[in-house]
């Protein structure tokens, strides 16, 4: 409970986009998020999540991998020719075994499987915030 207390205290200040295609996973997951994060850009999309990076400064991004017109990974390629170190965490329903390429080409800090597990979400986002807990 400290480690969920502690991160809240680092995370609060910190701009969040958040990139979701599914309305359900996307509710239920903003749900947590807003506990985290006081200021938080949704995007449907990767075209729509790109858009909104080059029009606002984040200070973490967190994609789903599989949707529509722009997939997550496309996106994020995008994300690192504008900014090399803004932190990024994957979502998706599948291992990310078949995703070690991009996470390492692309400086990908963190990954989450759907649906999110608190105690998961919590160790991914102090990796990618490069905090310790």
């Known amino acids: 409970m400290n480690d969920i207390i502690k991160l809240i205290g680092l995370t609060q ?10 309305m359900d996973a996307r509710e239920s997951t903003s749900i947590m998020l807003e506990d985290f994060f006081d200021d ?19 200070d973490i991004v967190i994609t789903d991998i599989n949707m529509p017109n ?30 070690e390429k991009e996470i390492k080409q692309f400086n990908i800090k963190g990954f989450l499987l759907k649906p999110l597990m608190l105690d998961k979400f919590v160790k991914q986002i102090s990796l990618a915030i490069d905090v310790e807990l």
Do not use: C, W
């Not at 200040?13 to 599914?22: G, I, P």
């Not at 999309?45 to 858009?51: F, P, W």
């Not at 690192?80 to 078949?98: F, G, H, N």
């Open 40 to 58: 938080i850009e949704v995007a449907l999309d990767g075209a729509e999540g790109l858009e909104k990076f080059k029009n606002a400064h984040f």
């Open 13 to 22: 200040d910190l701009k969040l986009l958040y990139v979701e295609d599914n």
């Open 70 to 99: 722009m997939t997550g990974i496309q996106m994020i390629e995008k994300i690192r020719e504008i900014d090399t170190q803004v932190p990024l965490v994957l979502l998706s329903a599948y291992a990310s075994k078949q995703y």
